[in-house]
């Protein structure tokens, strides 16, 4: 006879306490980008930093029961960062989400050269690549404090700009697009090695970023 699931009250109160949004697995062990990016700063990186954004986030969803009809977890944020924007709970718990789901996701350990067509786009919006990777890096450098990077595509068009603290292009009106490449400059994510050599660290950054996973996100 086969087994049926029966399902019980508590059953379904365990299902309600589990968090809306999850930190996405890491296709990579947090040692596998070192030396470039260094083990400790992942562990903390990841499984502080990254997971307070998220627990933070579920937090403030349930505190303020607000609700979105979209299915992925990264559809569901952004609809959530949207309509709430000028409530910073959500707008820094909710970005700090977001954000670390694309930075995470865009490195490996794997290195490979963007494809000739990624290339190509690149070339064509900044000149060359290596101009494109000294305006990238440019942007870092220029950020005030803490903040991040972006690559977006913008209709076609490829653009660079950057945001503050956990702002992202999805949420801010003064960087548009949508990011298909996102660096971090938060001194957390390069303190641990490179101490204040934030021009260091994104030399590094370029070393472990996934063109592949870029290219998907056009």
Known sequence: MENKKVITLKHILTELKQPKF???PLSYGLSDLSPIIDAETMQEHYTKHYKGYTDKFNAACDEFNYAS???GLMERAI???KKHYKKDVIRNNGGGYINHMLYFENMTPDYKAPSAKLKAMIADA????AEFKDQFKQAGLDRFGSGWVWLCNDNGKLEICSTANQDNPYIDSGCSGTPILAMDVWEHAYYLKHRSKRAS???DFFRVVDWGVVETRL
Do not use: A, E, V, W
Request: hydrophobic residues 30%; glycine residues 6%.
């Open 22 to 24: 999850k930190r996405l």
């Open 69 to 71: 009809d979209k299915h």
């Open 79 to 81: 609809d959530i960062c």
């Open 126 to 129: 900044f000149g060359s690549f």
């Open 201 to 203: 660290y994104i030399n």
